[in-house]
């Protein structure tokens, strides 16, 4: 991931909807945690704009961000941060929350450490019948539709502004893949498909396209689901 994460369309289209998603409704300054940060890239671009503080289980992964020069990182269980309540203007999380055994402890939690009028976006993978080797090398829990995402967002008390399906154009591609996998009776593995330079470029600007529409018109599928929560003031 570490090696990945810069320049992987994957996760560049995806850290740039996130970004344009925060812009939109955080302002400029506003103290941000990133649950479930990794590696540290995302952490890295939110900085540029927000103060910002990350929190994920895996030491490794923190070990990590930290050689990026990021401060404010601590070790943590989504469902129950070290973290006061309200501290928070803004929480993001990236693919994270598919990893935890009690997700509606997590958005709970999330809730609870933010600030009245709060920003909360959250990116997940979708559908559980695209469920592969991928999802048990990663030791995912779940994946969700639009509608769980949201139902379970309310749940914990957010009001949900927008939600949408990611990664439409991709979707039959991502579907063959999984077909393939069932027919081969693949075991776990989580690998990145490798694309040529010219091919990474082109797929990230079409991520990125394919991000800025869904703002505007939700997505009807797609292999994640992201969405934007409000905590209520």
């Not at 995302?42 to 503080?53: A, I, N, P, V």
């Not at 935890?100 to 939690?109: G, K, L, N, S, V």
């Not at 939700?218 to 934007?228: D, E, H, R």
């Amino acid at each position: 991931m570490f090696e990945a994460e810069d320049t992987y369309w994957w996760f560049v289209g995806r850290r740039a909807l996130a970004i344009t998603l925060l812009e939109q409704r955080l302002p400029e300054g506003s103290k941000l945690l990133d649950v479930g940060c990794g590696t540290g890239a995302g952490l890295k671009e939110f900085s540029r704009r927000y103060d910002t503080y990350g929190v994920d289980m895996s030491p490794l992964a923190l070990e990590f961000s930290s050689g990026r020069g990021i401060p404010n990182l601590f070790l943590g269980d989504g469902q129950k941060l070290p973290v006061a309540e309200g501290a928070f203007d803004g929480v993001i999380s990236l693919d994270t929350i598919e990893h935890i055994p009690d997700d509606r402890a997590a958005f709970a939690e999330i809730y609870r450490l933010m600030k009245p009028g709060g920003t909360f976006v959250v990116n997940v993978p979708a559908f559980r019948w695209l469920w592969g080797p991928h999802d048990e090398a990663l030791m995912h829990q779940r994946r969700y539709t639009r509608g769980e995402l949201m139902a379970k967002l309310r749940t914990a008390g957010f009001e949900v502004s927008w939600c949408s399906y990611q990664v439409f154009t991709l979707f039959p591609f991502v579907v063959a893949s999984r077909l393939v996998d069932r027919v081969m009776r693949r075991g776990p593995s989580a690998k990145l498909p490798a694309v040529s330079p010219t091919v990474n470029r082109l797929l990230t600007k079409l991520q990125e396209k394919e991000g800025q529409f869904s703002i505007r018109v939700p997505l009807l599928w797609g292999s994640s689901v992201a969405a934007v929560a409000r905590k209520p003031k």
